[in-house]
């Protein structure tokens, strides 16, 4: 197996090892369910130290082919990565962003509270700084990798049932089914960040696996924001995709038509 490695070049050596063992999962060289060679095994095979064959089954376990059982070794889970893909043109939920009949989603409720708005939340929800404002913080999970980190705030006064309801699934199809919200459009915005180590503790991820934060302002017919969504999801598995219009080309008062 040494001869699948290439010590000169620029990839590093624990990718290359990742690659050639997805490589040999999706060909079911290695089938679900079958544990894979100790580390000191494929350290032998590959000739490599075993921090390196650690880090390679490190990125297995990120993209979701692998699992590790403590004790006793690890295990192909899949014969393919999760890359869930989240839609920018429309407002849908974390639930729409997979093949549901291939997919196990759960979620855990990292807390919800009331809190005080806040200048930045008041003048989101167009509400007064010290009026009350529901909290919920939830792990988004699908076949047990957590995916999303989601901050969601709401008007108390409007909404302050939630904190005794239970919150399962698509929170908007909550909103419009129980509290009969009229979602009109929503104004999202997205940015790279890096985890902090307590995002980075809650979806098992390390302080160098890149982010992407979507801040998603939901509001109903008449412009007003019933909803702040802040999402943390994990950079290295999430696919986002947006539907354009035709391009037109602006023709300037110069040109002849």
């Known amino acids: 197996m040494q001869n699948i490695i290439d010590k000169s070049s620029p990839i590093p050596l624990y ?6 063992l997805e490589k040999m999962i999706k060909k079911e060289k290695f089938q679900v369910g079958v544990k894979l060679p ?4 494929q350290a032998g095979l590959f000739q490599l130290n075993r921090n390196t064959i650690r880090q390679a089954i490190s990125l297995l376990v990120q993209k979701g082919l692998v699992e590790k059982q403590r004790g006793v070794g690890t295990f192909v889970k899949g014969k393919t990565s999760l890359s869930p893909v989240h839609q920018l043109g429309s407002m849908v939920s974390f639930v729409d962003d997979f093949n549901l009949d291939h997919v196990d989603l759960e979620e855990r409720i990292i807390q ?4 005080k708005a806040g200048e930045e939340l008041a003048e989101k929800l167009m509400i007064k700084v010290d009026d009350e404002v529901v909290e919920i913080e939830r792990l988004r999970i699908a076949d047990k990798t957590p995916l999303v980190l989601e901050r969601q705030y709401y008007s108390f006064k409007d909404f302050g049932e939630l904190l005794e309801m239970e919150l399962k699934g698509s929170m908007y199809q ?3 089914n129980h509290f009969k919200a009229d979602l009109d459009h929503s104004i999202q915005t997205i940015r790279a960040v890096k985890p902090t180590r307590e995002i980075a503790r809650l979806m098992g991820i390390g302080l160098d696996t890149p982010c992407a934060f979507l801040e998603s302002l939901a509001y109903n017919s008449q412009n007003v924001c019933i909803e702040i969504l802040q999402s943390f999801y994990r950079g290295d598995r999430y696919m986002f995709r947006v ?3 035709r391009y037109r080309r602006h023709i300037s008062s110069n040109e002849v038509e």
């Open 15 to 20: 990718v290359q090892v990742s690659e050639y």
């Open 38 to 41: 100790s580390e000191g095994e």
């Open 112 to 115: 919800k509270k009331k809190i």
């Open 174 to 176: 909550l909103l419009i």
């Open 243 to 245: 539907e354009t219009g």
